[in-house]
């Protein structure tokens, strides 16, 4: 099961992944939390991202397909995998073609930006596994803690409103293309593309992703 997750920053892609990851078995490959390791681990590609993600702008194609090419060809992705925010531009999803990755399932998740702006203030994280909540939507089982670990959740530097509107401007000029783009494979029997409206309840959304992967 090779599966691509699309859709604007917050519109519960992370999220969702954690229940299909759950669900399936297969490994979630969030180019966004890489980035996140490499800047905590103070690498030189951390370095390099960090200044470009807090600007909310995107980190360059060929240093993120590398990571990806690197990433799938480990033992756990044999069976598939679910990409998290990769592609999220024509070049990026054009590498996969040219190196003869197929995809199985394309699935948009779709939010209007406001209601992003709105989710992104109360959003918190789990940095070590990528584990999301929302203090009011989806909240922790204990208040500022992470539910398997006990750790305390955090903030993420890139969910500032402006910056959130700046990731917003990006999503609708390089990745928006993307849905015309795999709605064609679509159209031509390469790929399944679902389209799911991501401002019901988690627990809905999770709903119909299963009846839809299944
Ligand atoms: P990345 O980490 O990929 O961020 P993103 O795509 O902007 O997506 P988010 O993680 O912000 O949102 P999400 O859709 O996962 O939503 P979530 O589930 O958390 O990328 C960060 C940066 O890294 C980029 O800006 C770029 O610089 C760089 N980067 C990464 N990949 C790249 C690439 N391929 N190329 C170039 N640069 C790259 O949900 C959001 C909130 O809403 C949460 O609080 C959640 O609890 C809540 N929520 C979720 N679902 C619901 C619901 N149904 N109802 C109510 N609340 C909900």
């Given amino acids: 099961m090779r599966i691509i997750l699309l859709g604007a920053p917050g519109a519960g892609k992370g999220t969702q992944a954690q229940f299909i990851m759950e669900q399936y078995g297969i490994p979630q490959i969030s180019t966004g939390d890489m980035l996140r390791a490499a800047i905590k681990a103070g690498t030189p590609l951390g370095l390099e991202a960090k200044k470009v993600m ?21 033992d756990d992705c044999a069976k598939g995998f679910l990409l998290d925010g990769f592609p999220r531009t024509i070049p990026q999803a054009d590498a996969m073609v040219e190196n003869g990755i197929d995809i199985d399932h394309v699935i948009e998740i779709d939010v209007p930006d406001e209601e992003i702006v709105k989710r992104m203030s109360g959003r918190r994280v789990h940095p070590g596994s990528g584990r ?28 500032e409103e402006a910056t959130v509107r700046k990731r917003l401007g990006i999503y609708h000029e390089q990745t928006k293309p993307l849905v015309d783009y795999y709605g064609k494979f679509a159209a031509e029997g390469k790929t399944k593309y679902s389209k799911f409206d991501g401002t019901q309840t988690v627990s809905a959304v999770s709903e119909q992703l299963s009846a839809a992967l299944k």
């Fill in 132 to 159: 999301v909540y929302h203090i009011v939507y989806n909240p922790p089982k204990e208040e500022g803690k992470d539910d398997v670990t006990g750790e305390e959740l955090q903030i993420r530097a890139d969910d």
């Fill in 54 to 74: 807090d600007a909310g702008q995107l980190v360059s194609d060929d240093l993120i397909i590398g990571l990806v090419k690197e990433r799938i060809a480990q």
